[in-house]
């Protein structure tokens, strides 16, 4: 037994660093990003959606922003948020309209492998379930994150990835 001891003692330091470098590399490649949501903006009535699906869209520059959304009337909201494309890049997901829309919350936003992943939370509203809106309405979000270099992004609704989109070569 003090044979297996003393082996013990001579293994424990190195195989306590191996644990350690392994789990720090694990935690390197996947990095979490803060985000903001914006507020006070629109889906344009041609903005490219998928028909009946969630649709993706990441912008890194104002130009190709405002040809998707746009800025709500000033009456109707206090406070727009406005994007900075020198620091920031905007992620944006719309879904097919509806008279009774869900509850939309991001969860987590990571890059890992040059892949941007946005997972989000779509919940009924039970509230509006009741009474329904008498028009469709546009249910959407509008995210800043980071600037990131990403090959892919992937969309993930409620555990589920429902859209991967690739980056256009300029």
Do not use: C
């Amino acid at each position: 037994m003090s044979s297996f001891a003393s082996f013990y003692r001579h293994l424990r330091i190195p195989l306590l660093v191996a644990i350690g470098l392994f789990s720090s590399l694990f935690v390197l490649a996947q990095v979490n990003l803060t985000y903001r949501l914006l507020t006070g903006y629109t889906l344009n009535p041609d903005a490219p959606v998928i028909k009946g699906k969630p649709t993706l869209f990441v912008f890194e520059q104002a130009e190709t922003f405002s040809q998707v959304f746009q800025p709500v009337s000033t009456g109707s909201v206090r406070k727009r948020d406005a994007p900075n494309f020198d620091k920031e890049m905007a992620i944006g997901i719309a879904l097919p309209s509806t008279k009774t829309p869900p509850k939309l919350s991001v969860s987590k936003i990571f890059v890992q492998d040059s892949t941007l992943t946005v997972r989000y939370i779509r919940m009924a509203d039970t509230i509006l379930t009741k009474s329904p809106l008498p028009e469709a309405v546009q249910p959407m979000l509008v995210v800043m994150i980071p600037k990131q270099t990403v090959l892919k992004t992937r969309l993930v609704e409620n555990g589920k990835v429902v859209q991967t989109i690739k980056k256009r070569e300029e």
